[in-house]
């Protein structure tokens, strides 16, 4: 299983930027998912988050900026990122809750339940 996370660039002060992560491999389903960010010399923090229903949560400091939405069908999650400021800035992490299935002889099914993660894309903003 992988997790491609894309969408990151450069940008100022007030624009805008669309974050995409796409999950592949022995998917049988994938629950909750989520965007987390390391700014430059700091920790990794949580961004949003997204339930398999569509609930969602996202921190303080991004709610009426950013949306968090998912395609179940296409095992993708998305991050529209509006009004973005210079403490936007670093590099951007999707983590996905995915049930991994495999296949075995005499056609029995097996999975496990496990955390990925993706590569990170980076996400700067210039004031």
């Known amino acids: 299983v992988q997790l491609q996370a894309s969408g990151g660039g450069s940008v100022q002060t007030g624009g805008s930027l669309n974050l995409s992560c796409v999950a592949s491999g022995n998917i049988l389903d994938i629950g909750t998912m989520g965007w987390f960010r390391q700014p430059p010399g700091n920790q990794r923090e949580p961004v949003a988050n997204?339930?398999?229903?569509?609930?969602?949560h996202l921190v303080d400091s991004v709610k009426g900026r950013f949306t968090i939405f998912r395609d179940n069908a296409k095992n993708t999650l998305k991050l529209q990122m509006t009004s973005l400021r210079p403490e936007d800035t670093g590099v951007y992490y999707c983590?996905?809750?995915?049930?991994?299935?495999?296949?075995?002889?005499?056609?029995?099914?097996?999975?496990?339940?496990?955390?990925?993660w993706g590569q990170g894309t980076l996400v700067t903003v210039s004031s």
């Open positions: 997204i339930t398999i229903h569509g609930s969602t």
């Open positions: 983590k996905a809750n995915i049930r991994v299935y495999t296949n075995h002889e005499g056609g029995s099914l097996s999975w496990v339940v496990s955390d990925y």
